[in-house]
T-cell receptor, first 116, second 115 residues
Framework: DAGVIQSPRHEVTEMGQEVTLRCKPI?????LFWYRQTMMRGLELLIY????????DSGMPEDRFSAKMPNASFSTLKIQPSEPRDSAVYFC??????????????FGEGSWLTVV | AQSVTQLGSHVSVSEGALVLLRCNYS??????LFWYVQYPNQGLQLLLK??????LVKGINGFEAEFKKSETSFHLTKPSAHMSDAAEYFC?????????????FGKGTHLIIQP
């Protein structure tokens, strides 16, 4: 199995620019999660989708952040405009059945974002 | 709401020694518990999980963890540390009624293996 695929792996951008992170979940999985990892706050759940529908976006820090899932095999996380404090590793993850049932959530390799 | 506390942001052990990484959880309902490992510049990989079957759970790479309800703990152990075990370890909890369908993670414990 190919696993969760994220792109880009590394991104350096200037403050104010738009950033788009992409994710391809594992085929057949019906849940998709976006997490952010920073030294200060650890791993935070930003948003998750079930069957392509956003279920809970309460973790999205600001209106500058948005996420979409137009189909079962693709999702994007967009930051517009970006700020230096957005620098972090962004993980996409997917699962079959969701975490509340004890199902395993599989993580991608992460997108390392630096905003200068 | 559920939460996880990992005691010790850094743990250092000698190669061949016992590894013990501590995790305590808070949940108003029976939880599901997970341990993930993150190697440098990589994503998170599942080590093991507790889903209300056996309280002693065995995972990959010789790791195991025991669910103790009375202590609200899910500590991770390995009898003999190997250099390749050096990584960041995360405990996570998921509980029905917790709101989000994802996992709530602890802050992580960085495991250092001394030669």
């Amino acid at each position: 199995d190919a696993g969760v695929i994220q792109s880009p792996r590394h991104e350096v951008t200037e403050m104010g620019q738009e950033v788009t992170l992409r994710c391809k979940p594992i085929s057949g999985h019906d849940y998709l999660f976006w997490y952010r990892q920073t030294m200060m706050r650890g791993l935070e759940l930003l948003i998750y989708f079930n069957n392509n529908v956003p279920i809970d976006d309460s973790g999205m820090p600001e209106d500058r952040f948005s996420a979409k899932m137009p189909n079962a095999s693709f999702s994007t996380l967009k930051i517009q405009p970006s700020e230096p404090r957005d620098s972090a590793v962004y993980f996409c993850a997917s699962s079959l059945g969701g975490g509340l049932s004890g199902n395993t959530i599989y993580f991608g390799e992460g997108s390392w974002l630096t905003v200068v | 709401a559920q939460s996880v506390t990992q005691l010790g942001s850094h743990v250092s052990v000698s190669e061949g020694a016992l590894v013990l990484l501590r995790c305590n959880y808070s949940s108003s309902v029976p939880p599901y518990l997970f341990w993930y490992v993150q190697y440098p510049n990589q994503g998170l990989q599942l080590l093991l999980k507790y889903t209300s079957a056996a309280t002693l759970v065995k995972g990959i790479n010789g790791f195991e963890a025991e669910f103790k309800k009375s202590e609200t703990s899910f500590h991770l152990t390995k009898p003999s540390a190997h250099m390749s075990d050096a990584a960041e370890y995360f405990c996570a909890v998921s509980a029905p009624g917790g709101g989000a369908d994802g996992l709530t993670f602890g802050k992580g414990t960085h495991l250092i293996i001394q030669p």
